[in-house]
C-alpha cells in the first residue's frame, strides 16, 4: 500500500453512497451480492449505483465478477485489510497503535492505547 492508493480509498469512502454501499458489501461477505441486491437494498437507482461501483473499483475497493447474466459485487477484503494495516502501521506511532498476528486464529489484531482519552479537569 502506497499514500496514492490510500487517499484514492479515502476519498472514495468520503462520499456517502459509496459508505453505504461498501458497508453492505461487507455484510455480504466474501459471497458478494448482485447489483440489483444492491441497488433494492439501499433504494439506489442502478445507473447512479453503477456510477459508484466503477468508482469503488477503480479504487480498488470492490472486486466483481460475472455469474451468468449478472454481476456479482464483492468488497475487496484484501486490500481493506492492506489498507487498515498502512494506516496503523505507517500513520499511526507505536505507543498508540500497533498491530500483532495472532497465528492460532489466522487473524491480526490492532491494538490501540488509550493515549486519547480527556485529561481531567482539575480546578
Not at 502506497?2 to 484514492?8: P, V
Not at 454481476?71 to 497503535?97: H, P, Q, T
Request: proline share 2%.
Amino acid at each position: 500500500m502506497d499514500i496514492k492508493e490510500a487517499l484514492a480509498a479515502f476519498d472514495t469512502l468520503s462520499q456517502e453512497t459509496r459508505l453505504r454501499v461498501f458497508r453492505l458489501l461487507v455484510e455480504y461477505g466474501q459471497a458478494g451480492a448482485p447489483a440489483g441486491t444492491l441497488s433494492e437494498s439501499l433504494h439506489i437507482p442502478h445507473n447512479t449505483l453503477s456510477f459508484h461501483l466503477s468508482h469503488m473499483s477503480h479504487a480498488g475497493l470492490v472486486v466483481s465478477r460475472r455469474e451468468g447474466r449478472s454481476i456479482i459485487y464483492r468488497a475487496n477484503f484484501e486490500f481493506f485489510s492492506g489498507l487498515i494495516r498502512y494506516m496503523v502501521e505507517d500513520c499511526c506511532r507505536a505507543e498508540f497503535a500497533s498491530i500483532r498476528n495472532d497465528h492460532k486464529r489466522k487473524c491480526s489484531i490492532i491494538e490501540l492505547s488509550h493515549c486519547c482519552q480527556p485529561k481531567e479537569n482539575i480546578s
